[in-house]
């Protein structure tokens, strides 16, 4: 992927037309006690190919971006505002049935907890052929074939055999394993996975995001890789952007956002990774929490916990500006 | 008790008119039945003032009715709204003693078998599973046969009516002492209790000061939910002859009575009462619901 | 399979023991069953006769066990009231029980699971909206009301159906079917209706609730993220997840039917073995108790067999202990 940032929109991109296009999306969540705005003016691209990270703590937003671009924000949720594009096609104001074709066709999904994923009174191999025959105008004795071959594909040893397996006959890494060929079988050119490795063992994570990101490069398929590990985005991904509060904060290429942060969120992120290359005392941490969706404080999200903070960032809401190598949503880059 | 009626209990209360109205209608209900000898226009059980002329009279808006007899009479010339009002003194009564009764056995031995555990957990559970196995108003009909059998039949209708709130109590606790039980394995494990037992206070003050406050939610709704069925229980035993004496008539025996008369064209006198009988519990199980789903993160 | 059957007989053991205890403590404890059978005039001489007879001046386990083997045989002595062999009245009554629980469980699940299953899906639609209050009212009716009120409507004013007994009975065997004749299915119509009604409502209620857990699921989020149409995720994939509560709570409700019988058979004098028990309970007739207990804890336990054997068809997960993959 190309370095050198140079198209001006939102967390800038390499020259070819996005594959997925989101603008200024505003997801609300009405509550008894007033509207709650669980997205806030969220906008990035990704292209082809592209795999971007999307980084934050818990409630930053992340897996509602995930929700919305599937279509699948849980009631009460809405957007309000803004519009996802798909290939240039806006898919955020389709009847549910147009929008149900896109899923899994055009956009693939993969969940965060592969236990709970999979419908556990029915074989993988059955499940595998449902979602293919569902999208492609095969028969059931060919989209078995297909099946049995994306068992082998995600490294499903004997797929031949377990294709006729129940889920909970496999061990957890296994079911993601599974849960990513139902993802793609369809051979989507996006994948939404939110969190894929969270629920499962330390020594297992690598595995699974290597799996995936070899597959995206073999089928060309983008991705959202949703997470909150440093370390999993750092390896995997092209860009990247870092969320908070409902907000992107910070967008750019990973290495750019990884080694030259410029939102001081970001850095103070980057500064509780332990780098590898080098003992370090104490890890730095970053006072404070973040707040919830009812009690944002006006102008700056994050500048009750900003040891950076001045006067403009209590009354006014930065954009996302221009800051050296990445975009970050900071006055600190205020060219005025 | 203070944390389940916080803001979101009450909201949830003035946000759903049917539960508004349905707490109102209970409230009429229970009025109307403690305060009978005070509000009901006559009094059913004055052999006195009874008229056996006035007999089979028509509810009052018919033509045929008198006005001082607005739901119409009996056979003996009873009044039916105030038989109705008395006759659902004794099914509250009942109702409420018999959901008293099991709340306090049911909470008492669920909360022993969960923090005993061992082998007192594993009888006492095995009994309300052997019990649960059995729909309640048969296990109830079968305590009140036994025990009718047990009985002299002059002392059996003495004490009728503990007789019933006996049965129906005793075929309810299990839905309790399981969910206490339950919760009090929840809690018994949880740091304070271990912190309690280890500065050496006495099982039954941690029980008491520590696991009963945190399962008295449940409960509440179990309870409640309860109390319906209660009243329908005593109904039914009512109703198949063999719950409260004919001298204290409840709802359920005012119907029986009145099923004599279908026929014969005089459904009043058991329509009333039975409409009676839906809308008291109906009023309470819509109460019973909504305590539920208001309270449902609690249960679940 | 066969191993699985066996503990699961294994386990309801224990049931049966201690309801025959229950019974055989009735039996032997509860009144003076000599003094009810000799009537009033009798000599010290008859007296000892019937104890020995009747075995009550064996110990506490031999007169148990004499209860369990006779009871095994089907053996329940002689009714109190109608000194009739116990035994031969159940026999006789059972058949209008098994007929009228049987219409009404095929009610109850004909009508009730599909309502559930709508409700649940269309959670705000106005038909949901009506079937919700129609269930919450159906809870809170007592079977004997629904009775009188259908009997009041269809028998009293429009005359359509018969109030009360079987009808013409057709005999088959030691079995009387009302099936085979035209006033017999009439005379069925409204018990039937009045027992199914209230467990109409439960199942509708519990599909409903299973329904709406099922569908807050990740694997049904997954399976709509995957864009399988509605009719799938609904009719493939929720509905089937949720048929392992609703068949543990079908059968109990089965029985429950069999037990609630006792209620309309009584509102609508339908010579069933529910009428048998009302009588005796009012009559304190021990026998006859003691003996539907024991054939009431027979039904459950058979029932609760099969809806052990029903969830292993349907859930994989007891079908295979443990395969590879680990």
Known sequence: ??????????????????????????????????TLVALDDVSFDIHPGEVLGVVGESGAGKSMTGAAIIGLLEPP?????????????????????????????????????PLTTLNPLYTVGRQLVETITTHLPVGPAEARRRAIEWLELVGIPAAAQRVDSYPHEFSGGMRQRVVIALALC?????????????????SIQAQVIALLKRLAREKGTAMMLVTHDMGVIAETADRVAVMYAGRIIEIGAVRSVVKEAAHP????????????????????????????????????PYNPRCPRVFDKCLTLRPELLDAGATRAACWLYDPK | MKNFFDSDLWWSFTRSPVTMISAVTAFVCIAGAVLAPLLAPHNPFDLASLQLMDAFKPPAWTGEGDATYPLGTDDQGRDVLSAIMYGARVSLLVGFCAVLFSTTLGVALGLLAGYLGGRVDAVLM?????????????????????????????VHDQIAIFVVIFAIGISNWPQFARTVRGSTLVERNKEYVQAARVIGLSPLRIMRSHVLPNVLGPVLVIATLNLGFAILAEATLSFLGVGVPPTQPSLGTLIRIGNDFLFSGEWWITIFPGVALIVMVLSVNLLGDWLRDALNPKLR | MFAFIVSRILQALPVMLTVSLISFAMFAYVGDPVAIMLGQDFTEAQRQALVQQLGLDQPFFVQFATFLGNAVQGEFGLSYRLSRPVAELIAER????????????FIALAVGVPMGVYTGLYRHSWLSRFFLTFSLIGVSLPTFLIGILLILTFSVWLGWLPSFGRGDVARLGWWSTGFLSWSGIKALILPAITLGLFQLTLIMRLVRSEMLEVLRTDYIKFARARGLPNRMVHFGHALKNTLVPVITIAGLQLGAIIAFAIVTETVFQWPGMGLLFIQSVGAADIPVMAAYLMLIAAVFVTINLIVDLLYYAVDPRLRIGRGGGH
């Open chain 2, 126 to 154: 095995r009994i309300a599973d052997i019990q649960l196995t059995f729909p309640s108003i048969l296990v109830a009909l079968l305590v009140d046969g036994v025990v009718r059998a047990a009985l002299p039949r002059d």
């Open chain 1, 77 to 113: 949720g809405r957007i309000a505002a803004g519009s996802i594009s798909l290939a240039g096609k806006r898919i955020d104001n389709l009847p549910y049935e147009q929008m149900r074709r896109i899923r899994g066709r055009e956009i693939g999904a993969i969940f965060q907890d």
């Open chain 1, 1 to 34: 992927m190309s370095e050198t940032e140079t198209l001006p929109a939102a967390g800038s991109a390499p020259a070819t037309a996005p594959l997925l296009s989101v603008r200024n999306l505003r997801v609300e969540f009405p509550t008894r006690r007033g």
């Open chain 3, 94 to 105: 059972a058949p209008a029980t098994l007929e009228l629980a049987l219409c009404a469980a």
């Open chain 1, 186 to 202: 369809a051979e989507p050119k996006l994948v939404v996975a939110d969190e894929p490795t969270t629920a499962l063992d330390v």
């Open chain 1, 265 to 300: 969120y970001t850095a103070g992120l980057m500064g509780s990774i332990p780098p590898i290359s080098h003992r370090v005392e104490r890890l730095e941490q970053i006072d404070g929490a973040m707040p919830r969706l009812s009690a944002i404080p006006p102008g700056c």
